[in-house]
Every structure is written in structure tokens, then in C-alpha cells.
């Protein structure tokens, strides 16, 4: 062991310098008719890459720490499209607003996509066996554009420009003729941002992670409001299984008057 030691340092080499570099995870972004790669190294070494500090990062639940690039430098916007689609690797898909993303040039929250140094890995996840990379996004001054807790997609593998869901997925729209305060309208608003990545309703909706919540049967048909109410705030408390994904939803991520509106449009789609 010393001898081979000897021979690396003789070499100019040393232990850590003679170690494979892991191998570079890619991002996809689909923008319009172009697809482009970037890999973490591409990424990391871009001039607009910046240190980024996130003071209550969402998934992580404390202050973190990233290199990141805004996700604006990245993107050729095409004007067709008014979504976009962030896919994780476990099957999350979050659809993001392009009009939240771009309040980020005029003093909103400013959307960024950090990058996991293979050098420098993040800590695991609460709970989890990974963490949040290789790419993740994240959101600078979140609070300035009421971003959801839904809208950090970690894990992310690709970008898409889509059409919005309620033009994607006419199934899961309430009726055009309820008035603009109706608790079902607000609903499908709190629905798309908070359920959406994981759900998908009658068919709509690109998540792969939970159950289908319109079909066959929505849960407002074999659960009381009050119990869905409880398995939204905190599932273990309602039932536990060790495969079990679904995060509790805080007032802070999930307001009662948006729960109540939620409720109001899974009422609202088991019937129509």
C-alpha cells in the first residue's frame, strides 16, 4: 500500500486526484421546437452560475447553501406557450406558471436552478436516502409571488414549455358560468399548484406519484370533509404504510381557506 502510494505522489498524483470523477447528470429543457442538454459540469462553470443562499429552503426545512443559475438565463421563451413543466425523476411534475417565473425580472421571486457539485454533494433529504440533486429548483424571495410548496421541484431531470393544465386538460375545469369567488374555482387553482405534481384528475395531469383523485371515485365520496381535512394536514395521523410519500401540508403551505376551497372543488368534480 505504501509502495503504490510512493508511485502516485513520484507520479504527481495524489489519492483524491487518482479517484474517477463521478459521472455528469443532465438537464433537459425542451423550449418550443429546441431541445438542449446541459450537464452539471456545463452548468457550474456558466459566467451567470452565482452563490446563492435560500434561507428557508423548502424541502430542506432550514438555510441552504447552492450554485445555482437563474432559470431565465437558461430558457428561450417561446410565446406560444404560457407553462412550465418541471419533471422530477420520482414521477413529480410541476406545472409552473411562465408569468411567475418571469415576475423574477421585475422584482418577484426570482426562480433558480441549482446544481449539485459531484465534489460537493448536498446532505440527504429529511427522511430520505438522497438529496436534493443533481438539479434543483429553487426560489429567491419566494414569499414577493406567493410560490407554493409544490413549485421546488428537487430531483428535477427536465424542463418543458407546455400549454397551461386547464387548456391541456379540459376535464379537470369547473364550469365557466360559476362566479369568479366560487370556493370550486379558487379550488382548481390550489389544485393545480398543490396536487397537481403528484395527482392527476380524471385522466389530467402529468404526476405519476399518488392516486388518480377523480377517478373512479373522488375522495370528498368515501371520506367526511373533516377527515380529509386531517389527511391533507398530516396523512400519518389518518393512516401509514411504509411506502408512504405525501407530506403534510402546514397553514403556512396550505392556508384553511384554501383548504376549504380544495375541498369545495373535489366536492365540486365528484359530481360533475
Known sequence: MLAFLFALLIAGFSPQAAAAPAADAVLTLSMGSEVRRFTTAELLRRPDAVD??????????RAMK???VPLLSVMNVDAAFDTVEARAADGFVSQIPLALVEKG???GAKAWIAVEDPLAPWPMLPGRTASAGPFYLVWENPQRSGVGSEQWPYQLASLTEVESPAHRWPQMVVRSSLPGDDQA???QAVFTTQCLPCHQMKGAGAGEVGPDLGRPMGPTQYLSANGLRSLIRDPKAVRTWPQQQMPGFTRTMLSDGDLDALIAYLAYMATH
Open 66 to 68: 447552492y450554485r445555482a
Open 105 to 107: 425580472k421585475s422584482g
Open 185 to 187: 374555482k379558487r379550488g
Open 52 to 61: 446563492l443562499t435560500i434561507p428557508a429552503d423548502v424541502s430542506y426545512g
